[in-house]
């Protein structure tokens, strides 16, 4: 089974709207030519409308950071699915380890933003990983495996399919460190497992799965030479046009 790797950059808490035109233009022309690869970029909420309007007719995709779990009502701050597919959204990260860490959401609010994302038509990016201290206590598969099942709950194998899994080791990420490929690579084959064990074999060998965690253009081929390393969910890279285009391209030529 060929999985074209996806490349996918999450922009976090960065770029005015001049910034993002900038950024998409020189992305744009930077990642014309790269075949059998494919690329996304999460901006902020606040530069979504402009990069759909600056990526029409481009192949890159565009997506959310997050959402809320319901299509509206009255919950202050928060953007809906709705609105996400109103302004040319495709897909919408969720459970990221900030949003987690950082904003309290638990496995189960994971779960429930999954569901209404595909009831919408936005492909989940659905992100798990460990702690350091998770990883020195050996539990690195107990954590990720306990965030996919809830992640996962209630979502048919159809829809699975087209789902993306984004496997993000808090430790490494914005650290600079990586997971080597070999520790990435017996995660993924984890979770490729426990996705077949979840739903069926087609099932965990269609699903796209993700690292996260300080990828670079130098680290980017080893890790997508890995079988079950599907690309990469890309932070601080990604803010800039030439180190994203230098992983898309290390990407493209590792597969
Ligand atoms: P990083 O972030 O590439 O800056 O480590 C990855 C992520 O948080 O998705």
């Known amino acids: 089974m060929s999985r074209i790797p996806l490349i996918a950059g999450n922009w976090k808490m960065h770029k005015t709207l001049s910034a993002t035109?900038?950024?998409?233009?020189?992305?744009?022309?930077?990642v014309s030519d790269v075949e059998g690869v494919e690329v996304a970029v999460a901006p902020p909420f606040t530069a979504l409308a402009v990069a759909a309007e600056a990526l029409r007719g481009s192949a890159i995709r565009v997506g959310a950071q997050n959402m809320h779990e319901s299509e509206e009502g009255a919950f202050t701050g928060e953007i809906s699915p709705v609105m996400l597919t109103d302004i040319g959204t495709n897909f919408v990260i969720l459970g990221h380890s900030e949003r987690r860490a950082l904003f309290g959401e638990d496995d189960e609010l994971v779960g429930r933003k999954v569901n209404t994302a595909l009831a919408h038509d936005l492909v989940p990016y659905l992100c798990c990983g460990e702690t350091q201290q998770e990883r020195e206590?050996?539990?690195?598969?107990?954590?990720v495996s306990r965030q996919l099942r809830a992640g996962l709950a209630g979502v048919p194998a159809d829809q699975a399919a087209g789902m993306v899994l984004a496997y993000e080791p808090v430790w490494a990420i914005g650290t600079g460190l990586t997971?080597?490929?070999a520790q990435a690579q017996e995660v993924h084959a984890s979770i490729r497992a426990l996705l077949a064990d979840r739903f069926d074999d087609a099932t965990a060998q269609a699903i796209r799965i993700q690292y996260g965690g300080s990828v670079k253009p130098g680290n980017a081929a080893e890790l997508m030479a890995q079988p079950d390393i599907d690309g990469a969910l890309v932070g601080g890279a990604s803010l800039d046009?030439?180190?994203f285009a230098g992983i898309v391209r290390a990407s493209g030529a590792a597969r």
């Not at 035109?21 to 930077?30: G, I, M, S």
């Not at 206590?137 to 954590?143: D, F, H, Y």
């Open 21 to 30: 035109r900038t950024l998409l233009a020189e992305l744009n022309q930077a």
């Open 179 to 181: 997971a080597t490929p």
């Open 137 to 143: 206590a050996n539990e690195t598969m107990s954590v």
């Open 241 to 243: 046009a030439a180190s």
